[in-house]
């Protein structure tokens, strides 16, 4: 089966990054986050590909004109489109289906995922037929990752109310009346606020010698500036 996996990323210099957590970090700290995320996340896609050739990563971007910046050109980017997240999902999400079997919608908010959990993930969506739909849950009431053989309509992902602690109900609700089963995998942390810096940073550190080179580094940033972050 072709599989896409589209992250959704946003452009610093062009659109504001990690707004909740700048609150209290500032916009420095939340922008130097979010380029160490990217750059795990990356990573990590960049792995799972090695692993499996049928699966193509994408950068599904916040803005038009970032499609054609060299910092994107790692794997092919597409443009979200304009309106709420909602919106932007579905676009992304049924226009990779017209060419992959199987398309799931990530953030950048996840930098811990490691290549073996999301081939797990991929390969339990291309052997069991019955499964058109997998989500990853986050800690927080939303998710971390959508899979999809087949596209939802558009309302499903516009009648959801996000960054709420109950996104996810609301997300399942609306496909269950399209589809039999959405089918919940591995639990994860996003990184939206200050407390989950440090729950990211135990994460890794619990990792130790499995993390990638680019999440190394991310962990060595965490060590040296949650103190501070803190208090």
Do not use: C
Request: glycine content about 6%.
């Amino acid at each position: 089966m072709k599989i896409a996996i589209a992250t959704f990323a946003k452009t610093i210099g062009l659109s504001k990054v990690k707004t909740r957590l700048a609150k209290t970090i500032g916009d420095e700290h939340a922008e130097a986050f979010y380029r160490l995320s990217v750059l795990a996340v990356r990573e990590v896609l960049q792995k799972t590909q090695e692993q499996n050739p049928n699966i193509v990563p994408h950068w599904a971007l916040a803005e038009e004109e970032a499609v054609e910046l060299e910092q994107w050109k790692s794997f092919p980017s597409l443009w979200t489109g304009e309106g709420g997240l909602g919106t932007r999902l579905s676009n992304i999400s049924s226009t990779l289906l017209n060419d992959y079997d199987i398309v799931f919608l990530m953030g950048t908010d996840s930098p811990q995922i490691s290549p073996k959990r999301l081939l797990q993930i991929t390969q339990m969506m291309e052997v069991n037929p019955e499964i058109e739909q997998t989500v990853g849950p986050a800690s927080d009431g939303g998710f971390w990752l959508w899979g999809s053989k087949k596209p939802l309509p558009k309302s499903v992902w516009e009648n959801v109310t996000y960054s709420v602690d109950t996104t996810l109900e609301e997300l399942i609700a609306q496909a269950l009346k399209h589809v039999n089963l959405v089918y919940k995998t591995y639990r994860m942390r996003d990184v939206d606020e200050l407390d989950d810096l440090k729950m990211l940073q135990d994460t890794l550190e619990h990792r130790g010698a499995t993390l990638l080179p680019a999440q190394v580094k991310l962990l060595e940033w965490l060590q040296a500036n949650n103190p501070t972050f803190q208090g």
